[in-house]
């Protein structure tokens, strides 16, 4: 089971650049001091405000934070298939499956996987 554990957060700053060409924000490289990335974002609407086509420059001040998980070594448990003939978009694993259940789309598992105890 995956669990949050407390450890104290890593912090850093970056400023972040909207590509309108790419139309995608490109990531500055992080810097621990968050005052140097503000004052490099201020002097660079300055002085570079617009792109060469005349549209205005847009700039994000970003914080990075981490954050702490125990997980297992193996991994997530692969989703089980619920049987009973449902639908194969009702089951997990047919859904998370590459290749799904042959025409009328059934989910392939066990009859009664869903009842397991019950006596049919
Ligand atoms: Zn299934």
Not at 24 to 41: E, F, I, S
Not at 45 to 60: I, K, S
Request: some cysteine; proline content about 12%.
């Amino acid at each position: 089971m995956d669990e949050a554990v407390a450890e104290p957060a890593e912090e850093a700053w970056r400023m972040d650049t909207y590509d309108p060409g790419a139309d995608c924000w490109t990531p500055g490289l992080p810097m621990r001091d968050r005052a140097k990335v503000a004052r490099r974002l201020e002097r660079l609407a300055e002085e570079h405000p617009t792109w060469a086509d005349g549209q205005p420059v847009q700039r994000w001040l970003v914080r990075v934070t981490t954050t702490y998980m125990v997980v297992s070594v193996a991994g997530e448990a692969p989703p089980q298939h619920v049987g009973n003939r449902v639908n194969a978009e009702d089951c997990p694993a047919c859904c998370a499956s590459e290749v799904p259940p042959p025409y009328p789309w059934i989910c392939p598992g066990e009859p009664g996987s869903e009842t397991d105890g019950e006596e049919q």
